[in-house]
């Protein structure tokens, strides 16, 4: 993983447990969601007993069959294509929010259901409305109405969105909006065992706060970094507008976080204007590893902030442009820590302030699946090509500690080939770094395939190859593999250097089984491969070609907001090295397959 050696990061839930005995006897309401969250997040309780811009892509069937109403079904109503050259204006605009549970399905009447239906507090309209990117009296619009259903989806508390016209006139359209609320509060334990690592916490996170879609987060984390004290607020629609904003507080035994983020961002392919806000202050204690193991520690300041904003005249002729620009405060300070492991090499302070300008183009092609990265979702997959490019220039005159030319870079594309689009391949690449003194500082290049072959309605043959090269990294930053960077059979942070490479072959199964109307029931096979070369901070040599093979089950999350798949995984080390355990057992949560 390319990233700072020290993360503060909140550990994806995987294993929920309950503590109702330790809470006041006076909270039944609480205990009440609490024994609910249980039976919504716990894999163990399932273990026992459009497509835009391709017309001729087939469109397959709702993820949900609940997502249906009486209302859908008023008459006979001219297709969207048909709407379109009607002229057709959008009328009335109806919302169905469904619950949890379906109470008039006999498999879902059942007391523990009903319950979850009765204390959670369903999605309002006014938070749902927020999302949408048409209103009365426009034209009615094909193409917005996919890209609202996309932006429905996205939200951790809705498990899928369709919206469909339910009646004509012969002048305005009505439309319906269909979606299905999923649970949205935990409180309890997380627990997560990868690569040898384990992580758990003490949560209470709301996503969807009183129905309004704002999240609140109350959480203690411990990983093999930090142990932290966490309050977190964030807001998509602040007031109802299309305005963001997030703040973040975190107390931990080696610092402190302060963050705060306000945005209008670009909320969709045709808005026209963009701008924002960030600042961050932190203090924590960064370890660099080597084999698994911390080599040396220090103490790392942050203060940095951000003012940008972009524009650009919608979409337009398939695809969106945009101009963008910004200025950035960056100041880093290092030092030892008293009491901690000693620094190998103590990495230099640094500050760079900067403006900066971007440019952005993104080609408007979706196509709607499912059984691919999730289980019995509706997934929105992007097969258009789009790239980025920044260029800045930081000079001692704004205050930074040297003159440096500074550029970023990301391109990527997916294509669909071979009979009924059976194939697919996606393609990534990105570029980054400094220019200062003669001499590229901090230059990381990454380029990434993924390939999938539906052989089997059922079947998903998966591949990807991964590669990163780096040159003359900061000293605070490492290039590592392990398991957290999905070399299942081996430790965190187990291969440290200058470049790496990744291979994963894997054999999907995606099923019908729908153990307590809560999961839906995948599996796979795997094998893992990867190598680095150079050496890291403590001069190991690359231990040259790792590989693991395995398998796993794969649970999606069918009525809980936390953690789309959830993956029990059992991998074998292939390449065994001394402090590497012949199997490694896998509990995590992730937002794919």
């Known amino acids: 993983m390319l990233a700072p050696a020290g993360k503060n990061r909140m550990p994806a839930p995987a294993v929920t447990a309950t503590f109702a005995h330790r809470l006041s006897p006076a909270r039944p309401a609480f205990l009440a969601a609490l024994a609910v969250t249980v039976a919504l997040t716990s894999p163990c309780a399932a273990v026992e007993p459009q497509t835009d811009g391709h017309p001729a892509a087939p469109t397959p069937p709702r993820t949900d069959p609940r997502l249906d109403s009486p209302m859908a079904h008023a008459r006979e109503i001219p297709s969207s294509a048909e709407l379109e050259a009607l002229g057709a204006l959008i009328g009335q605009i109806h919302f169905e929010n469904q619950d ?323 194939h697919s391949l996606f393609l990534t690449s990105s570029a980054g770094g400094r220019w200062a003194s003669g001499d590229i500082e901090n230059g990381v290049f990454r380029g990434t395939a993924h390939y999938y072959w539906r052989w089997h309605p059922k079947r998903v043959f998966y591949a990807r190859v991964d590669g990163i090269a780096t040159d003359n990294l900061d000293p605070e930053q490492q290039l590592l593999m392990g398991g957290d960077t999905d070399l299942r059979g081996y430790p965190f942070s187990y291969q440290a250097g200058t470049s790496r490479m990744q291979v994963t072959v894997e054999q999907r199964l995606y099923t019908d089984w729908f153990p307590f109307r809560l999961f839906n029931v995948g599996a796979a096979v795997f094998f893992d491969a990867g190598r680095t070369w150079g050496r890291g901070i403590a001069g190991t040599e690359s231990l040259g070609w790792l590989k693991d093979a395995g398998f796993g089950l794969r649970l999606g999350n069918a009525r809980s907001g936390f953690g789309s798949v959830i993956h029990l995984d059992v991998a074998f080390a292939l390449d065994r090295r001394e402090g590497v355990d012949e199997v490694q057992f896998i509990v995590d949560t992730k937002r794919s397959f």
Not at 127 to 146: K, T, V
Not at 289 to 308: G, K, P, Q
């Open 100 to 422: 949890i549970f379906n109470e008039k399905d006999p498999r879902e009447n059942i007391a523990i259901y009903r319950l979850a239906n009765d204390l959670h507090i369903k999605t309002r309209e006014s938070a749902l409305r927020a999302q949408l990117l048409f209103s009365e009296g426009e034209p009615y619009s094909a193409r917005l109405i996919r890209e609202t259903e996309r932006a429905l989806r996205r939200l951790d508390y809705l498990f899928d969105a369709d919206i469909r016209a339910v009646d004509w006139d012969g002048k305005r359209v009505t439309l319906l909006v269909l979606t299905r609320d999923v649970w949205s509060l935990q409180p309890g334990v997380s627990y997560s065992r990868k690569g040898g690592a384990e992580s758990s916490s003490f949560e209470i996170e709301e996503e969807n706060l009183f129905g309004f879609g704002k999240r609140l987060t109350l959480a203690r984390s411990k990983d093999e970094e930090r142990t932290s004290l966490l309050v977190q607020w964030n807001d998509p629609n602040v007031v109802g507008s299309r305005w963001r904003d997030e703040l973040a507080y975190a107390d931990n035994d080696d610092g402190h976080l302060r963050a705060a983020d306000l945005e209008r961002p670009f909320y969709s392919l045709d808005a026209r204007w963009s701008a924002g806000l960030t600042g961050r202050d932190e203090r924590r204690v960064d370890p660099r590893y080597d084999l698994n193991e911390a080599v040396d520690e220090f103490r790392h300041d942050i203060s940095y902030a951000e003012i940008r904003g972009g524009l650009s005249k919608g979409l337009v002729d398939g695809w969106t442009r945009r101009l963008l620009a910004g200025f950035r405060y960056d100041r880093r300070r290092f030092a030892p820590e008293p009491g901690r492991l000693t620094p190998i090499v103590l990495p230099p302070d640094r500050t760079l302030s900067y403006p900066w300008i971007g440019v952005h183009w993104i080609e408007d092609e979706y196509v709607e699946t499912e059984n691919l990265n999730q289980i019995g979702r509706t997934e929105d997959l992007y097969y258009g090509t789009s790239w980025r490019l920044e260029l800045g220039y930081s000079g001692e005159t704004l205050g930074a500690t040297t003159d440096a030319a500074i550029v970023a870079a990301a391109a990527g594309t997916g294509y669909r080939f071979g009979k009924a689009h059976a």
